[in-house]
């Protein structure tokens, strides 16, 4: 069991597949995992949630930072990769700060990799300066 944990990568494509798989292992063997990799995508803006800051599990920002508390205790964590789809023309530097704040929390011996589908200092249209996820 030992090297089926340390030896893999789990991947996880949402961090509700993550939250299931973490109940489910008992705490020393999700200690021995040492490369996650979470894709989190947050859905359009029309959907009918309350947006990143209200939204419902697993979308809101409680939930993302109660995830990434859980993974900073992972013992043998070594890499984290994370990749954020954003169903949106653009994101406010806010915003981008919710997603990155928890992963400082991780151990300085754990690499960490993160993927976005926004591009850096992209412009937010005027207008729409009060408009959050």
């Known amino acids: 069991m ?5 030896s893999n990568t789990f991947r ?3 961090v509700t597949a ?3 798989f973490q ?3 008992p705490s020393h063997s999700l200690n021995l995992i040492q490369n996650l990799h979470i ?3 947050y859905p359009p803006p029309f959907h009918p949630l309350f947006g990143l800051i ?3 599990p697993p979308y809101g920002r409680d939930c993302w930072f109660e995830t990434w508390d859980m993974i900073s205790k992972m013992a043998g964590l070594k ?11 653009y994101i406010h530097a806010e915003q981008e700060e919710i997603f990155f704040a928890p992963l400082k929390g991780l151990r300085d011996a754990v690499e960490v990799e993160v993927r976005v589908n926004w591009e850096k200092h992209m412009s937010v249209p ?3 300066c009060g408009r959050l996820l």
């Open 54 to 56: 209200l939204g419902i």
């Open 39 to 41: 894709q989190y995508s």
């Open 126 to 128: 005027e207008g729409n």
């Open 2 to 6: 030992k090297y089926l944990y340390t």
């Open 79 to 89: 890499h984290a990769r994370v990749d954020v789809y954003i169903w949106a023309p």
């Open 12 to 14: 996880f494509s949402s």
């Open 18 to 20: 993550y939250r299931c």
């Open 23 to 25: 109940r489910l292992l």
